[in-house]
């Protein structure tokens, strides 16, 4: 399995940039898909999460009414478009599947995911 996340870059506060994940190596559309963060000094966090087929989508509050994450997969791609971004988004953002096919629950928890990209870096200026 291989995911390959691009997008990031340099944004001023306010700004907006949308990020992609490329998968390959796995039914992607069996597999929820979550975007994690990890700013410099922190634990990777919770971004946001959708289920296998595109219903369900849930986000870490400091994403919600300003990130969307969706999928296509007749592309096998999933993407987060983040507008709004503040400074204390600045992170490393990476894209990961879920280790259960069909399954969508404790999609927080990055130990459920098991395959990772390597992570587009995200700076927002002030």
């Known amino acids: 399995v291989q995911l390959q996340a691009f997008g990031g870059g340099l944004v001023q506060a306010g700004g907006s940039l949308r990020l992609s994940c490329a998968a390959s190596?796995?039914?992607?559309?069996?597999?929820?898909m979550g975007w994690f963060r990890q700013a410099p000094g922190k634990e990777r966090e919770f971004v946001a999460a959708?289920?296998?087929?595109?219903?369900?989508?849930h986000y870490a509050d400091s994403a919600k009414g300003r990130f969307t994450i969706s999928r296509d997969n007749a592309k096998n791609m999933v993407y987060l478009q983040m507008n709004n971004l503040k400074p204390e988004d600045t992170a490393v953002y990476y894209c990961?599947?879920?280790?259960?096919?069909?399954?969508?629950?404790?999609?927080?928890?990055?130990?459920?995911?098991?395959?990772w990209g390597q992570g587009t870096l995200v700076t927002v200026s002030s």
């Open positions: 190596g796995r039914t992607f559309s069996s597999y929820t």
């Open positions: 990961a599947t879920y280790n259960k096919a069909y399954y969508y629950s404790d999609y927080g928890n990055a130990n459920e995911y098991d395959y």
């Open positions: 959708v289920s296998y087929s595109g219903r369900y989508k």
